[in-house]
């Protein structure tokens, strides 16, 4: 009835390889932009942005910079959890030694060195593939966990080893910081969002994103055809870092505000943002969204339904909920191994027929 | 993206609904930010379980402080610091009083946070050190001592142990591989320049359950002390391998968190003879324990399986919720009002004076030691006392006095520290104190 | 004999890595058997010793499962049952338990993933990882419990007396290390022997090498699954015993499994021997490591060393020491 092509022309080329071919995707593309840069801004309070919100955005890019390399390039990596904290001790070290720039600058930085480092650590892909490549990034994860832990230059040499995000302000407004509006922390984090799911769906269906493809489907047949193995892994990895880094840098300097590294950026992280692509779809933009979505959110429901308002004991409800999360994941990949994203391909064909699907 | 939508709206109908089901205003609300599951329920359990039934016992038996009733707010952290933001963020709306995180890489967050909203924060024993100095962190305390004064607490005892000389011993530190475990090195250090000591470092990664190698070198190196910053599934490995290679027990000192009944029994006998800290109370011969059997454990009210009294970790969890409703009492009193504000109880947190009769009152009788708060001092007394496992008996046995630290060593580094977070956020210090 | 110190300390760190990398071989094998059988990379091993652990000492100590679920309904409390079982009767029981887990494994996730990527699979084990760790704990509390089926522990006498008496200086063993050592041998036995002897054994080995060549001959593939993980829960079940008798029985167990992979990545998935081998390298190289490195660099490099290690080693061997050539075709 609504979502369907009939009567929307196209006329040049433009138009037609534009992201949303149809009016009403993009409509709603439009809406949801709407949605987030002009009404929740005004209506979110502190627990709804610093809960649920912000964890969520910069979950969303950690996940679609994972995915390009996972979903797109076929390369399995646990490493993320590591280089996010890359990307926040750049940021950290960064915004200390220059405390006059922008941090919208560092934190590009920050996503820069994080890049590579990744490139780095991509390049044992050249030889090692599957779960041993899996594996092997356990490697990095481990060693800068271990880094940053170690070296006091990284952490400034404070007493205990915590890095603490000093105030930093853009246009005259504070982002991070003790006095930070709950809002600002939030606009900061979805133009990053916008800007790079952006750029990673356009890179995604240019040359690059065909070659990381090719790469993903058969590497051997790939380079048959003439994709160089080495500049596709690596320029994987590379901007793969890049997304990590800078939610890295988010989640420290926005979100967190101090971390201590095996902590905040352990095993558990790289397996929870392999998660979201997972139950989110591989090789997908959106699915990258949807798996953050549901990661954050989900735990913070069931919480809210058992203990909140069914006043269960908080111990018995978290052991109910690592129970239902384990068991939704796995009925997910029962259900749809494809991930949300595909329910939400199956979804729009149907909607294209409906209401007469013959 | 509509989907995303649809899960958002749904979601927010939920809790919307949800949400309404916060406690009412009129009570005084603590949260309590526990961890009954995770890496260290173990050791979250006791003391969640300890200071959700002194609370208890206030209500049933005081009918609350002054009229109010206690509300208990707990929220799951599983010492997790997002889940610890959420548990921070859900909780404060209710009014929240003051929030007791057991984490220092929570209370790192929560120190500018809390700060902001105005509401105090106490961190017994844990936390961030320079917090101890008011002037700088106006919402922050960490009496009755903090993990530099444990460190030179140890120092002292070993000076006693040592008649008042260390000069050539080999003191080895084993450490929690993180923020929490390299807190007393600083510290450490100075006191090794001081005493002629020799310290070396030991670090053992999260979660250590393997520490051959640092035994090993401990073995080949045979330093006469070990001192341990530990928690968690690294307490009993690092005690079960002290006793493997046959180091003397009485020779090995864990910190208040590493002197658990939890870390110590599964070694079994071998673990006899081990020492540590402590600053509170142990066992159950106090005579608040018979108010908490008639009021709460025969009520059936007892939180969590009711199994923990008496240990060292749930009567920390106790001592914990004393202090802070101690000071909500005062606050009523300053206040005249039976309703408090965060603010109120600050205002209260920094006056509290805990002497032999307030906690007499209580039924505490020399569960803690006795202090004052000021202004410019959030730290309290720095005292603990040495307290040492006797296997065969099961129980903790308290072997000296208060040892209270080396204010001369301590007081210049919390300063340092305390300036130098003053600088980096751009605090002034307040000039009403001195 | 003298040697300088310096050489007795390696041999010392030396010998202590050989049996750690014991330890670490038995959490190995329990990956290698299921991925030799079913191709999936079993995350949950580590929860599974965990959660056979806790089982076992909730058996042994009567406890009553799922205790705190059940003191929710109001006016029931109850605690435990009053009893202790032997030692010995509650491994059997843990075992049947563990092979109940294998049955419903099977019939709840592996079968409807049939044909799945590796990746899907695998992912399927860590969601299994999350709920049996919180099954774990509704079932028998997250409290720390002590593991205790007599196994000793502690330095063992002989070792010292004999190498104080060759070298000058005691060497340093732990006995359950060499506990550990004899049984992780006694169970590679009873594997190998089961898989070449036994009717079992044989078709385990056949779906291995090829599962549709198997289905063929008329293996029935489900079963042979439920075999392979309930071999995997019972080696579980020792790894739970040597690692919970010496840490208590507690959540960080199921950490276990990230000692595993490296050992894994250096054997190779598939091969048995290779997770032997792999442990006993890492464990040694991880000793010696700390022990001429760590203190330059400030030591606790064990958790990442061996996953340096086995990195280096697969790059010039990307299948691991003892695993099947990677053959790629287009």
């Given amino acids: ?358 | 993206m509509k989907l995303k939508l649809a899960t958002l709206a749904l979601a927010t109908g939920l809790m919307g609904g949800v949400l309404t089901a916060a406690p009412a205003m009129a009570d005084l609300v603590f949260p309590s930010l526990s961890y009954r599951t995770g890496p260290y329920a173990a050791n979250g359990i006791p003391f969640a379980d300890g200071y959700a039934d002194y609370m208890t016992l206030l209500n049933e038996r005081d009918g609350g402080i002054g009229g109010e009733k206690v509300k208990l707010l707990e929220c799951e952290t599983g010492y997790n610091t997002e889940k610890g933001v959420e548990c921070y963020e859900s909780t404060k709306g209710s009014g929240a009083l003051v929030y007791q995180p057991l984490s220092t890489g929570i209370t790192y967050q929560l120190i500018p946070k809390a700060s902001a909203d105005g509401i105090p924060m106490l961190t017994s024993g844990y936390g961030r050190t320079s917090a101890a100095d008011g002037k700088v962190f106006k919402w922050i305390f960490n009496f009755p001592a903090n993990y530099w004064d444990g460190a030179s607490i140890m120092v002292k005892y070993l000076l006693s142990q040592n008649n008042d000389s260390l000069k050539g011993k080999k003191i080895a530190l084993v450490y929690h591989n993180s923020a929490y475990g390299k807190e007393p090195i600083r510290t450490l250090q100075e006191l090794e320049k001081m005493y002629g000591f020799k310290l070396s470092l030991i670090p053992v990664d999260h979660p250590g359950q393997e520490q051959k190698s640092q035994w090993l070198q401990i073995r080949r190196d045979k330093p006469d002390y070990v001192l341990m910053w530990g928690w968690g599934v690294m307490n009993p490995v690092a005690i079960q391998e002290a006793a493997n290679i046959r180091f003397p027990m009485d020779h090995f000192i864990g910190i208040w968190w590493s002197g658990s009944e939890n870390d110590v029994k599964p070694v079994g006998a071998k673990a006899d003879g081990y020492k540590a800290l402590n600053f509170n109370g142990v066992g159950d011969d106090f005579p608040v324990y018979g108010d908490l059997k008639k009021y709460v454990y025969d009520a059936g009210k007892a939180a969590g399986a009711g199994d923990q009294k008496g240990t060292v970790l749930y009567n920390r969890g106790l001592y914990a919720a004393f202090l802070v409703t101690q000071a909500a009492k005062l606050a009523q009193q300053d206040t005249g009002k039976p309703q408090i504000t965060p603010a109120d109880m600050r205002d209260a947190l920094e006056k509290l004076d805990i002497s032999d009769k307030v906690m007499a009152d209580a039924g505490m009788a020399g569960f803690g030691a006795t202090f004052k708060v000021s202004c410019a001092n959030h730290g309290g007394p720095g005292e603990a006392k040495v307290n040492q496992w006797d296997a065969k008996a099961g129980k903790w046995k308290v072997v000296t006095d208060w040892i209270t630290s080396d204010k001369k060593v301590i007081d210049p580094l919390i300063e340092e520290d305390a300036a130098a977070y003053a600088k980096e956020n751009n605090i002034t210090p307040r000039a009403d104190c001195n | 004999m003298v040697l300088p110190d310096q050489v007795l300390y390696a041999m010392e760190a030396a010998l202590n890595g050989l049996l750690s990398g014991v330890m670490y071989a038995l959490v190995a094998l329990g990956f290698v058997l299921i991925f030799k059988a079913s191709g999936v990379f079993n995350y949950a091993q580590g929860v599974m010793a965990l959660f056979a652990a806790l089982t076992l000492v909730g058996i042994q100590q009567g406890q009553v499962p799922f205790a705190d679920v059940i003191n929710l309904i109001p006016g029931v409390e109850v605690h435990g049952f009053g009893w202790t079982v032997p030692a010995l009767l509650a491994i059997v029981l843990t075992g049947l338990v563990m092979i109940g887990m294998a049955l419903i494994i099977e019939a709840l996730i592996l079968k409807h993933l049939v044909n799945q990527p590796p990746i899907i699979l695998f992912m399927a084990t860590i969601g299994l990882a999350y709920f049996l760790e919180g099954l774990g704990d509704t079932m028998w509390g997250a409290d720390i419990k002590t593991m205790d089926v007599g196994l000793p522990q502690g330095m063992s006498g002989t070792i010292d007396t004999v190498t104080n008496a060759w070298f000058g200086y005691g060497f340093y063993v732990d006995q359950l290390n060499i506990v550990a050592t004899v049984v992780a041998a006694v169970l590679v036995a009873l594997l190998m022997l089961f898989s070449q002897y036994s009717k079992q054994g044989r078709a385990l080995r056949a779906v291995a090498d090829d599962h549709q060549a198997a289905l063929s001959v008329g293996i029935s593939l489900r079963f042979i699954w439920v075999l392979v993980w309930s071999i995997a829960g019972f080696v579980a079940l020792v790894a739970g015993i040597m690692w919970g008798a010496r840490s208590g029985v507690q959540f960080s167990l199921s950490l276990i499994a990230l000692k595993a992979l490296p050992v894994l990545m250096l054997g190779g998935f598939t091969s048995i021997p290779g997770a032997i081998v792999g442990g006993l390298i890492i464990g040694v190289g991880e000793q010696l490591f700390e022990f001429w490195v760590g203190p330059l660099v400030g030591g606790a490099t064990e958790n990442w060393f061996a996953y340096v290690l086995a990195l280096v080693f697969l790059v010039f061997r990307p299948q691991g020491l003892f695993g099947e050539k990677i053959i790629e075709r287009v």
């Fill in chain 1, 1 to 358: 009835m609504f979502y369907r092509e009939a009567g929307d022309f196209k006329t040049s080329y433009p138009d037609d390889s534009q992201t949303f071919p149809i009016r009403f995707d993009r409509l709603g593309y439009y809406a949801v932009l709407l949605l987030g840069f002009v009404v929740l801004p005004f209506v979110l309070n502190d627990y709804w942005t610093n809960a649920v919100f912000i964890p969520f955005l910069i979950y969303a890019i950690a996940a679609l910079g994972l995915n390009i390399l996972v979903g797109y390039c076929g390369q399995l990596s646990l490493g993320t959890g590591g280089f996010m904290a890359v990307g926040a001790y750049a940021c950290y070290k960064l915004t200390t030694a220059f405390p006059d720039i922008n941090i919208v600058f560092h934190i590009l930085g920050a996503g820069i060195i994080t890049a590579g480092v990744g490139l780095l650590f991509g390049l044992p892909s050249l030889r090692i593939k599957g779960f041993y490549l899996a594996v092997a990034t356990l490697a990095a994860q481990f060693f800068l966990v271990w880094l940053f832990n170690r070296v006091p230059w990284f952490y400034n040499y404070s007493a205990s080893g915590q890095i603490s995000m000093p105030e930093r302000t853009v246009f005259g407004i504070a982002v991070t910081g003790a006095q930070v509006a709950p809002w600002a922390g939030y606009m900061v984090c979805l133009v990053f969002v916008v800007v790079l799911a952006w750029m990673a769906r356009n890179l995604t269906r240019g040359a690059t994103g065909r070659k990381w493809m090719a790469i993903r489907d058969m590497d051997i047949a790939a380079e048959i055809i003439g994709v160089n193995p080495l500049r596709a892994k690596l320029t994987a990895f590379a901007v793969s870092s890049f997304y990590v880094g800078i939610a890295g840098a988010l989640f420290f300097s926005v979100y967190l505000g101090a971390v201590e590294v095996g902590e905040a950026f352990g095993i558990e992280k790289s397996f929870a943002v392999l998660f979201m692509i997972i139950i989110g779809g591989l090789g997908s933009i959106f699915g990258s969204f949807a798996g953050a979505a549901f990661m954050v959110v989900l735990p913070v429901l069931i919480k809210l339904v058992l203990v909140d308002s069914w006043g269960w004991p908080t111990d018995l409800a978290a052991h109910i909920r690592l129970m239902i999360v384990g068991a939704l994941i796995i009925i997910f990949l029962i259900a749809e191994p494809h991930g949300m994203a595909q329910l939400w391909r199956v979804t729009k064909d149907k909607l294209r027929l409906w209401p007469f699907p013959h």
